[in-house]
């Protein structure tokens, strides 16, 4: 097995990536991948997962996948020294989850808190589940075993996807030999950077709720959204009025994204953002001037994300050819992987003749 440090993580293509997936994930793996602390980073565009629930329109998923690694691109994701590839191009993910399958009941399956809240969320409970959806932890777990990830970052909400990977491992390992490598959770340090709501308060931003702002937004768009939908402080109806910040969402994208310096150059009122609350908490500090400096901050990150994906727009070619020979590198990896699981299950029938040798010695044992 790998003694590697080996980071796998990866983003659904069923829509543009937005503010939410940077805070949560995508700035992370950038100071990551530049950390040089880790020998390998795969990016998984984990477009079988995405057809579980989006099997009658296949061409969602298709679309969305350009779109998913302009957004990687744009925020300095490197090809060089990140491999960005696609899940079902990989055959090796298919094999591996049809093994693991056999090491899971449904009743483990149907106790997983990440599917349970997916299905309710989904509305699968009343129409039907689908079979591909129900199974969703078992792939995770192959996919993350088939790159001998030993990392994976992941936010709260997927620590039980991951624990059932861990589960997986440790049955595979105990009834087959040590194969598989156990991967860790990485969560992020920043309690902010765990879940960025919705500009409209609610816990998740979703595309159709309209509370996103994606990374390749306009400024009007970014604008229209903080001013127009960003939840506040709704007892918080005068200037003077004592304001909350609990709950305030111009406050809790503040608390994300905000830094010391951005307040020297569009709010020197204030030295830094706990001056900024504490002003707030009292009164005498308008919703308008803190989102106004919001808007301002997320510009600020925006500006060179646009920058960024404007240019590789306007190079498609070499889009393409990076998520190819990522994903062709991908299938080295994975394959390798599958080659050591079905050696250690011994269903490797065709790596050597040695098998016929204990035929010969099965038939002549069975004739004496």
């Given at each position: 097995?790998?003694?590697?440090?080996?980071?796998?993580?990866?983003?659904?293509?069923?829509?543009?990536?937005?503010?939410?997936?940077?805070?949560?994930?995508?700035?992370?793996?950038?100071e990551?991948?530049?950390?040089?602390?880790?020998?390998?980073?795969?990016?998984?565009?984990?477009?079988?997962?995405?057809?579980?629930?989006?099997?009658d329109?296949?061409?969602?998923?298709?679309?969305?996948?350009?779109?998913?690694?302009?957004?990687?691109?744009?925020?300095?994701?490197?090809?060089?020294?990140?491999?960005?590839?696609?899940?079902?191009?990989?055959?090796?993910?298919?094999?591996?989850?049809?093994?693991?399958?056999?090491?899971?009941?449904?009743?483990?399956?149907?106790?997983?808190?990440?599917?349970?809240?997916?299905?309710?969320?989904?509305g699968?409970?009343?129409?039907?589940?689908?079979?591909?959806?129900?199974?969703?932890?078992?792939?995770?777990?192959?996919?993350?075993?088939?790159?001998?990830?030993?990392?994976?970052?992941?936010?709260?909400?997927?620590?039980?996807?991951?624990?059932?990977a861990?589960?997986?491992?440790?049955?595979?390992?105990?009834?087959?030999?040590?194969?598989?490598?156990?991967?860790?959770?990485?969560i992020?340090?920043?309690?902010?950077?765990r879940?960025?709501?919705?500009?409209?308060?609610?816990?998740?931003?979703?595309?159709?709720?309209?509370?996103?702002?994606?990374?390749?937004?306009?400024?009007?768009?970014?604008?229209?959204?903080?001013?127009?939908?960003?939840?506040?402080?709704?007892?918080?109806?005068?200037?003077?009025?004592?304001?909350?910040?609990?709950?305030?969402?111009?406050?809790t994208?503040?608390?994300?994204?905000?830094?010391?310096?951005?307040?020297?150059?569009?709010?020197?009122?204030?030295?830094?953002?706990?001056?900024?609350?504490?002003?707030?908490?009292r009164?005498?500090?308008?919703?308008?001037?803190c989102?106004?400096?919001?808007?301002?901050?997320?510009?600020?990150?925006?500006?060179?994300?646009?920058?960024?994906?404007?240019?590789?727009?306007?190079?498609?070619?070499?889009?393409?050819?990076?998520?190819?020979?990522?994903?062709?590198?991908?299938?080295?990896?994975?394959?390798?992987?599958?080659?050591?699981?079905?050696?250690?299950?011994?269903?490797?029938?065709?790596?050597?003749?040695?098998?016929?040798?204990?035929?010969?010695?099965?038939?002549?044992?069975?004739?004496?």
């Amino acid at each position: 097995m790998s003694e590697k440090n080996i980071i796998l993580t990866g983003d659904r293509p069923t829509g543009r990536l937005h503010l939410g997936h940077y805070v949560g994930s995508l700035k992370r793996r950038v100071e990551l991948q530049d950390s040089g602390k880790y020998d390998e980073i795969y990016i998984l565009i984990a477009d079988d997962q995405a057809l579980t629930d989006n099997a009658d329109n296949p061409r969602k998923i298709r679309d969305n996948i350009v779109n998913v690694v302009l957004d990687y691109l744009s925020v300095g994701i490197d090809p060089a020294k990140t491999t960005i590839c696609v899940q079902s191009a990989l055959p090796a993910l298919h094999a591996l989850t049809f093994y693991y399958l056999n090491l899971v009941t449904t009743a483990r399956l149907s106790r997983n808190p990440t599917v349970k809240s997916e299905i309710q969320m989904r509305g699968f409970a009343e129409e039907g589940l689908p079979t591909g959806f129900f199974i969703y932890p078992v792939s995770q777990a192959a996919d993350i075993t088939a790159f001998d990830a030993n990392v994976v970052p992941v936010g709260e909400d997927q620590l039980p996807m991951l624990e059932q990977a861990r589960e997986i491992v440790e049955k595979f390992n105990r009834v087959y030999g040590e194969t598989l490598v156990l991967p860790k959770a990485m969560i992020p340090e920043n309690e902010m950077q765990r879940r960025l709501p919705g500009v409209d308060g609610k816990a998740k931003m979703s595309k159709s709720l309209g509370n996103c702002i994606y990374l390749s937004d306009d400024p009007k768009t970014v604008k229209k959204q903080v001013n127009g939908r960003m939840f506040t402080d709704p007892m918080h109806l005068q200037i003077s009025d004592p304001g909350h910040i609990e709950g305030n969402v111009v406050f809790t994208y503040l608390d994300a994204l905000s830094k010391e310096e951005d307040f020297a150059e569009f709010l020197p009122d204030y030295a830094n953002l706990d001056e900024m609350k504490a002003h707030y908490c009292r009164g005498g500090l308008g919703d308008g001037v803190c989102k106004k400096f919001l808007i301002n901050v997320l510009e600020k990150t925006l500006v060179p994300v646009r920058s960024n994906r404007a240019k590789w727009e306007a190079d498609i070619d070499s889009v393409y050819d990076i998520i190819k020979e990522g994903t062709d590198r991908a299938v080295e990896k994975t394959n390798e992987t599958l080659a050591r699981v079905r050696k250690a299950m011994k269903i490797d029938y065709f790596e050597d003749r040695s098998i016929v040798k204990e035929w010969n010695d099965l038939l002549k044992k069975a004739d004496q």
